[in-house]
């Protein structure tokens, strides 16, 4: 049996393994993020204790994993307060940057990111045409327009 954590933040919902002795295989991700037969969730993340600090791996449904999901690591930062991990601040090291989260007034955690890189304007064809919009990464990539 594997122990696990279901957490909601700003409208995703994730399940999260605290220092598990295995990381999940994509399988097992996909299976139990599957929503109607299973636990159902947006993505999946593990959290492990690193020298003062709490290291995030995250993965979406689908089994893949992503640099940094924000809702996955405000949820994370939550649980690594409610686990007594960290006080009142803590740094949530993901594979797109380290970012620092602190829990606020009302029980929400506020992060510091850091500044992205300057967005780019970018086409695309999507749909049967074009469009033109902006390109900025955000730990993933992102398009706006």
């Not at 957490?7 to 996909?30: C, H, K, M, T, V």
């Not at 992060?111 to 695309?124: D, G, H, Y």
């Amino acid at each position: 049996m594997t122990a696990f954590y279901k957490l909601s933040g700003s409208g995703n919902d994730f399940i999260a393994l605290a220092e598990p002795d295995l990381p999940p295989a994509p399988e097992q991700i996909r299976a139990w993020c599957r929503r109607g037969i299973s636990l159902g969730a947006d993505g999946l993340f593990v959290l492990r204790r690193r020298d003062g600090a709490v290291a995030m791996d995250y993965w979406n449904a689908d089994g893949r994993p992503a640099d940094l999901c924000l809702n996955g690591t405000r949820c994370a930062a939550q649980l690594a307060f409610h686990l007594g991990w960290a006080g009142d601040r803590v740094r949530i090291e993901t594979a797109a940057a380290a970012v620092d989260a602190r829990r606020e007034d009302g029980g929400a955690v506020a992060l510091e990111l850091p500044a992205p890189p300057a967005p780019r304007e970018r086409t695309v064809e999507a749909g049967g045409g074009f469009w033109t919009g902006w390109s900025v990464l955000v730990g993933v990539p992102h398009f706006v327009l």
